[in-house]
């Protein structure tokens, strides 16, 4: 199985801020890789898909970037709304899809 | 708009089986993924397996391989995941979850989550 490992596992930040957090795949994936945000209580939702896409009504301050087994979310200006978990998964080739274990973005 | 409505809650005896219904609306059910992923609580997501709903086979997790069984009825347009031989480990909120259009394995629309408690 495809092991991915996000980094920081957690992180203070202001609003405002720039918030970058990153995701390592096992193997190269290519850019076959998703960013979904979670908030307390709620299902994920997806942010970003194929590495680098932004999901429809996902606000244009949040970018994903990377190919092969880096990857980085980008939030550019930190809003309110942005504080959750934020896990990567790989869907590279064939199952199992694996999530990182989530980086949980907390006001500082 | 793609809905996914879930059963709800479950508290189960360990050693017993527990299914979970998706329900799906909104556009075409038998075309694309419906997977489940699980969440034990304040841990992190993980998928179990999934099912095309017209092609009937289901793919699977191997840490789940035998107690879990993904099935599709396209006359309901609901998935359903059952899982036994329950063990308190099994506590978790699990969730269904469909493909976006053009982009396998990538969960665009997802269920409101059911919470399944193993106690004795």
């Known amino acids: 199985d495809i092991q991915m490992t996000q980094s920081p596992s957690s992180l203070s930040a202001s609003v405002g801020d720039r918030v970058t957090i990153n995701c390592r795949a096992s193997?190269?994936?290519?850019?076959?890789l998703n960013w979904y945000q979670q908030k307390p209580g709620k299902a994920p939702k997806l942010l970003i898909y194929a590495a680098s896409s932004l999901q429809s009504g996902v606000p244009s301050r949040f970018s994903g970037s990377g190919s092969g087994t880096d990857f980085t979310l980008t939030i550019s200006s930190l809003q309110p709304e942005d504080f959750a978990t934020y896990y990567c998964q790989q869907s590279y080739n064939t199952p199992p899809w694996t999530f990182g274990q989530g980086t949980k973005v907390e006001i500082k | 708009q793609v809905q996914l409505v879930q059963s709800g809650a479950e508290v189960k005896k360990p050693g017993s089986s527990v299914k979970v219904s998706c329900k799906a609306s909104?556009?075409?059910?038998?075309?694309?993924?419906i997977s489940w992923v699980r969440q034990a609580p304040g841990q992190g997501l993980e998928w179990m397996g999934g099912i095309i709903p017209i092609f009937g086979a289901a793919n699977y997790a191997q840490k789940f391989q035998g107690r879990v069984t993904i099935t599709a009825d396209e006359s309901a347009t609901t998935a359903y995941l059952e899982l036994s031989s329950l063990r308190s480990e099994d506590t978790a909120v699990y969730y269904c979850?469909?493909?976006?259009?053009?982009?396998?394995?990538?969960?665009?629309?997802w269920g409101q989550g059911t919470l399944v408690t193993v106690s004795s």
């Open positions: 193997k190269s994936i290519s850019t076959d």
């Open positions: 909104g556009d075409t059910f038998n075309i694309y993924t």
């Open positions: 979850a469909r493909d976006r259009r053009g982009v396998g394995a990538t969960f665009e629309y």
